[in-house]
């Protein structure tokens, strides 16, 4: 096992809070408007991709250093931080069904559905990844002091 690097966790979390700040502003405009800008749908497809990894990366980076446990899929990483209780189990939940969309994102654009996107998004969805920023910080400080 190795040392958790509570520097990376925070630079990755970093991450995640700026490519939320780029979901937020693009979900800024009604649905429609959203829905007819080009730029805005990229951009917030591909912040969904930078926060699932860099959430993958912070939590890979726990189960190794603390639990010597190398899951193999972003899914994985997420299912083995809620059964462990790094995280409750509706932001483990809520971020495997991310990972589903990362994985859509990444290998079948054609088939992503942008109005789903933006509901879900404006929905529970930056609520979550809030939620995942706060139980990370909380678990990685609670353990360092």
């Known amino acids: 096992m190795s040392r958790l690097d ?28 959203f829905l007819r800008d080009t730029r805005s749908i990229y951009a917030v497809r591909y912040a969904i991709v930078k926060i699932v990894e860099a959430a993958a990366l ?10 010597g446990v190398a899951p193999e899929t972003y899914s994985e990483v997420f299912e083995q931080l809620g059964k462990r209780g790094v995280l409750s ?12 969309l990362r994985n859509i994102l990444v290998h079948r654009y054609w088939s992503v559905d942008d109005s789903r996107v933006y509901r879900e998004a404006k929905g ?20 360092s002091g």
Not at 8 to 24: G, N, S
Not at 89 to 100: C, D, I, Q, W
């Open 6 to 33: 509570r520097n990376r966790v925070d630079r990755l979390l970093t991450e995640i809070r700026e490519a939320v700040a780029v979901v937020e502003g693009a979900l800024a405009v009604e649905e429609e408007s």
């Open 124 to 143: 529970n969805g930056l609520k979550t990844i809030k939620m995942f920023i706060d139980e990370i910080r909380r678990y990685v400080y609670e353990r």
């Open 58 to 67: 912070i939590g890979s980076q726990i189960l190794e250093a603390i639990y």
């Open 89 to 100: 189990p509706n932001v483990s939940m809520s971020f495997k069904k991310l990972a589903g």
